[in-house]
């Protein structure tokens, strides 16, 4: 354990910087991800939540693709979990569920992982000092307040237009991914 340094543990809500890092073009290179945030405070556990594409929510969103592209978007997926964990994050996937909404006449594909989030920052509480949470979402307010009193330092990373209000005020510290571009970025 290093004195100097906080023992931290991050919980990234993948879809939420997903939206964000789409809609500006740039992505993660989760490897200098890792190290820099390794050399700013003892890096407990790094969690990485993240939905499992379905053939049904796949065809809905390419209905022009075949099952052999399916399978190839299906085989990058898990590849790309395996060099998560290879590189020691904790992988949390689900299947995208599809939810048929009457007022479009059309699918909706969610995949929350706000409770296996919290439970897993619940509990972890003894392994870290410091708490970082990789998503905007309003949704994980309680989180944070529960956090907050248990003493543990409660920060925030997300685009700066992802971001709920209310969990901006709730946290100790926001991390705007837009500025760890330069650090973190393929």
């Known amino acids: 354990m290093n004195q100097n340094k906080l023992r931290t543990s991050i919980f990234i809500d993948y879809r939420n910087f997903h939206y964000y890092l789409s809609k500006y073009h740039w992505e993660i290179d989760w490897e200098k991800f890792k190290s820099y945030f390794e050399e700013k405070y003892d890096l407990q556990e790094l969690y990485f939540?993240?939905?499992?594409?379905?053939?049904?929510?796949?065809?809905?969103?390419?209905?022009?693709?075949?099952?052999?592209?399916?399978?190839?978007?299906?085989?990058?997926?898990?590849?790309?979990?395996?060099?998560?964990?290879?590189?020691?994050?904790?992988?949390?996937?689900?299947?995208?569920?599809?939810?048929?909404?009457?007022?479009?006449?059309r699918y909706k594909h969610k995949c929350?992982?706000?409770?296996?989030?919290?439970?897993?920052a619940i509990d972890t509480l003894n392994k870290y000092d410091q708490c970082i949470l990789g998503s905007g979402d309003g949704d994980f307010i309680k989180l944070v307040k529960y956090l907050k009193g248990k003493h543990k330092i409660v920060l925030i990373m997300a685009g700066k237009d992802r971001l709920s209000d209310e969990l901006l005020k709730a946290a100790h510290q926001i991390i705007y991914l837009r500025n760890l571009k330069s650090k973190i970025a393929k």
């Open 49 to 105: 939540y993240e939905g499992l594409i379905t053939k049904a929510a796949f065809f809905d969103t390419h209905p022009n693709c075949n099952l052999n592209d399916f399978n190839n978007q299906k085989r990058g997926k898990e590849a790309f979990f395996k060099y998560l964990k290879t590189k020691g994050y904790m992988v949390r996937t689900k299947p995208v569920q599809r939810l048929y909404d009457v007022k479009t006449n």
């Open 112 to 120: 929350n992982f706000d409770v296996e989030l919290t439970i897993d």
